[in-house]
């Protein structure tokens, strides 16, 4: 599955020895012009010194050329030397490229309070081939994802191309994974940071895998013009559409997850409820747990329903999983069998009717399995 | 183990055919004289009738004679009729009692969405023989809890007796559980409105299972006098005390677990944001995992504290898990071998100095594990 650039972006991968597994965990993604760009990072207090050198970047407003990311090390939490090799990391990706380093995003994942191997990035940089493509780049940015997250779109003839890695930690308030959209669109720095954080409040803050948010986490759309301008109304759906198929696929590869959940509401009060109810839906240990055992047991959608704080009468509500009517005001008479069957899906969609609006959202998750424990109980040791 | 009350109270329990198991689930908890009370009811917007009915009487501001619970059945989303069941059951317990209806109050802990059975509360009533033994009671209110939970106390010769239910859904916000304590001492019905509150915040709202909060949990203090009075300052440790054993005792009985986790954060700037970032680590599905593990990866508590939204700055805050320093504003070097070796313990200790100010708070969970799925994913059908 080669996944094309958008025109002007190269990227490509190496294996610098900082995963255990000896797998490729250092990746570069360029643009040959200096593109303007929009990110969303964590909103996690310990934030990795990668987040903290990005919001300066973001600050400064310059243009952007490349980012660097590592796998297998988060670079958190390693005390004053982090940010030293934070540095050194922009420095070596901004040699390899013969650009300004205050044009190099950084980028980490992994373990978290282990010193980077920072010499181990110094070399491996000059020996990273850059392609047309994406795919060495979405493979060797993955810790313990199973599958690489690509999406595409095409809007006016530019190019929309999104890669991500999800996996564990994955919780609204941003800081949900790493994800990367580029295009060859032209659009303002202004224009794309304006549409950003609505369109990352949509779709990344809206996947909850297990409640806990990273402190690594970053969303970064970057356009280099390389195709020309496009109306814009289109473009921010295009790029919506690559955000929400990255979303849905990394709630789909949670650790551990047998299967997608998508929770939609509506009849909210408004959007910023739909969402909020949506979330805490999709974030409920009990449901999530139902779900696994294909237990059509809506009492706890609407306990996590009451649990969200949002607006609503549990005598005007509507619950329905799989299409089926499970409640409306109160029980309804279901073949509990036939429903449970149903959910016996690789997706499985809630429907959440709350009655007191015309407000909706969406949220995506997965199931709680015995299969997060076991990962989790045994990561670093 | 018989737990004899305090003086004038008496209680017992029947089996009334609610729980599938044909366990005792049908409980009175009664006072000879009208007593002074205090109460803390979920937050859930879902909440049952009978915290609706609880909280009524609350403002209404009269004395409480008794309280009656069933488990196995929540009477929760039950429609119209779940009220008109609530209040059946209110005066079944008042008819049995001679009691004015105002004076009982009604507790369901089980299955959200079932009608109760309410002819089955009512035939059960008059069969349950009233001892001075609280053991009965807490037997009777348990769902899917391992051990019942009592615990007692003594002050100026007034007796304070705890008695709780939890298990699952247990999060704060209180919607912790059900949690009964009584007491002989006299304290009037204002004060104990005034302490009781703090005393739920500081123990049965620390407590977290796995982040979801139940449409029916309920903490009830309730004193008749028949001791006469007691110094205040000393009352209010003592009744603290029996609700952090409870707490304790949830916490460690909590769906699935291997282990009591104490959470304890101090040098916080407020003791709000204390309990909270106790909370949080408390509650973080990654750290519980780890510790189910035995697994000393502090990364993890210090990513949940990051989430915590509470001040602190990563390179001044201290992490001890069972009194091994592991972290102090960057990784120690500890022999992880030997500190997985102190975490196979069926208590672990979590120390957390934030180092901002002086404040502290604690927090009660348990490890995450295959059990807790195991039982969530199969808990209706």
Redesign the interface.
């Known amino acids: 599955m080669a996944m094309r650039l958008p025109r002007g972006f190269r990227a490509g991968a190496t294996r610098a020895g900082i995963k255990p597994s000896g797998k490729p965990d250092l990746a570069l993604l360029v643009s040959g012009l200096p593109a303007s760009w929009a990110y969303v990072a964590t909103?996690?207090?310990?934030?990795a010194p990668s987040i903290h050198r990005g919001r300066a970047l973001y600050v400064q407003g310059g243009a952007l050329r490349a980012v660097v990311v590592n796998a297998g090390n988060?670079n958190?939490?390693?005390?004053?030397?982090g940010f030293l090799d934070d540095r050194r990391m922009a420095e070596a990706a901004a040699l390899r490229l013969g650009v300004p380093v205050e044009e190099v995003l950084t980028a980490s994942t992994g373990?978290?309070?282990?010193?980077l191997p920072v010499e181990k990035v110094e070399a491996g940089l000059p020996q990273i081939e850059l392609t047309p493509y994406a795919d060495a780049f979405a493979e060797a940015i993955l810790t313990t994802d199973l599958v690489p997250k690509v999406a595409e779109a095409e809007v006016g003839g530019a190019r929309i191309v999104g890669i991500a890695k999800g996996s564990?930690?994955i919780?609204p308030?941003m800081a949900t994974m790493l994800a990367f959209v580029v295009t060859d669109a032209l659009v303002s720095q202004e224009a794309l940071r304006e549409i950003w954080r609505g369109i990352v409040d949509r779709t990344f803050n809206q996947v909850t895998v297990?409640?806990?948010?990273?402190?690594n986490d970053l969303a970064l759309l970057m356009a280099n013009g390389a195709h020309g301008e496009v109306p814009l109304e289109p473009f921010v759906e295009a790029v919506e559409g690559v955000a929400r198929e990255l979303a849905r696929r990394i709630a789909r590869d949670g650790e551990g997850a047998t299967k997608l959940m998508t929770v939609r509401v509506v009849g909210a009060a408004t959007e910023e409820e739909a969402r909020r109810a949506a979330r805490t839906i999709a974030?409920?240990?009990?449901w999530k747990?139902?779900l696994?055992?294909?237990?059509?047991?809506?009492?706890?959608i609407?306990?996590?329903?009451?649990?969200?704080?949002?607006?609503?009468d549990?005598?005007r509500?509507r619950i329905q999983v799989q299409g089926i009517p499970l409640?409306a005001?109160?029980?309804l008479p279901f073949d509990?069998e036939a429903a449970?069957q149903a959910m016996r899906r690789e997706e499985v969609e809630v429907l959440v009717d709350l009655g007191e609006g015309q407000a909706e959202g969406v949220a995506w998750g997965c199931d709680?399995?015995?299969g997060?424990?076991?990962?989790?109980?045994?990561?670093?040791?």
């Open positions: 909103q996690n207090r310990a934030a988060a958190c939490a390693t005390g004053e030397r373990v978290i309070g282990v010193p564990g930690m919780h308030n297990d409640g806990d948010t990273s402190t974030g409920s240990a009990l747990s139902a696994y055992g294909n237990d059509p047991n809506w009492g706890r609407l306990a996590a329903l009451g649990n969200s704080g949002v607006r609503f549990p005598l509500v409640y005001g109160g029980a509990r449970s709680l399995t015995e997060y424990v076991r990962i989790n109980a045994l990561y670093t040791t």
